[in-house]
């Protein structure tokens, strides 16, 4: 049974900083590609970063230069620092693990930006 989760939600200021962290476990295949995704209350859940095993990055727009996604594939792990955190960066972020072609979710984190 593979299981992802995340920590490191909470309550920022504007401007301020936070780090997420995502672990998957359960499997002992490699894990191929992992990523952040996050859901605004209304809208859709919408890409915010990913990274594949060798290090490759992808960034939606409205982040880049202010997160940074990284990656320890020794403990499959997921990090993503937050910097310069916006109110509208507010959201419920999801980490995802791809083994081959199977995705697997974490339950998602609280991200509120707000003064």
């Known amino acids: 049974q593979v299981q992802v989760a995340e920590s490191g939600g909470g309550l920022e200021k504007p401007g301020g900083s936070l780090r997420l962290s995502c672990a998957a476990s359960?499997?002992?295949?490699?894990?191929?590609?992992m990523g952040w995704y996050r859901q605004a209350p209304g809208k859709q859940r919408e890409l915010v970063a990913t990274?594949?095993?060798?290090?490759?990055?992808n960034y939606a727009d409205s982040v880049k230069g202010r997160f940074t996604i990284s990656r320890d594939n020794a403990k499959n792990t997921v990090y993503l620092q937050m910097n310069s955190l916006k109110p509208e960066d507010t959201a419920v972020y999801y980490c995802?693990?791809?083994?081959?072609?199977?995705?697997?979710w974490g339950q998602g984190t609280q991200v509120t930006v707000s003064s």
């Open positions: 990274i594949t095993t060798d290090g490759s990055t």
């Open positions: 995802n693990a791809s083994y081959g072609m199977v995705t697997y």
């Open positions: 359960g499997n002992r295949f490699s894990i191929s590609v």
